[in-house]
């Protein structure tokens, strides 16, 4: 997954909230010009909207759908940039009290990029996820996956 670096200079953020939907970013300088860090979350609340609906099976519904990230970059010098990535999201919902699906997931970066030569680069990476899924439909459904990685791979621009 690829995120936007925080930004180093300022101070910056933005929000939004409707009526199904909301999210909140904020990048924060640590360091100006070479360390900073980026939080953001969204979230979809619509069981409003479902209980107001009039056909019973879909008003006794639930929905919950949420992600989100923190990351830090740092400008070591010149040549070697440190980054730190934390990223979450559930996704939930049931339909008519009988059927419940749920969804997790959780990754975690290390990266460390290296400046070799004009245009060359090696990335290196440690990462892990963890994916969760869940199926509650008269008896429950359990699945979930760990992995872990580390990759050095260069790049050429």
Known sequence: METKPPNNQSVKGEASLGPITANLMLEIPLQKDSAS????????????????????????????????????????????????????????????????????NTAISIQWQRQLANKQFLNTAITHSRYGFTIDYEGTETMGLNKGMISQTPNYY
């Not at 056909?55 to 070697?80: C, R």
């Not at 440190?82 to 749920?102: Q, R, W």
């Open 37 to 104: 860090i980026l939080i953001g979350g969204r979230s979809a609340h619509a069981n409003w909207v479902l209980g107001a609906l009039k056909q019973e099976s879909v008003a006794n519904s639930t929905a919950l759908f949420y992600d989100g990230i923190i990351k830090y970059q740092h400008q070591l010098n010149k040549k070697n940039i440190l980054k730190t990535t934390l990223y979450h999201s559930k996704d939930a919902f049931s339909i008519n009290s009988d059927s419940i699906y749920g969804y997790t």
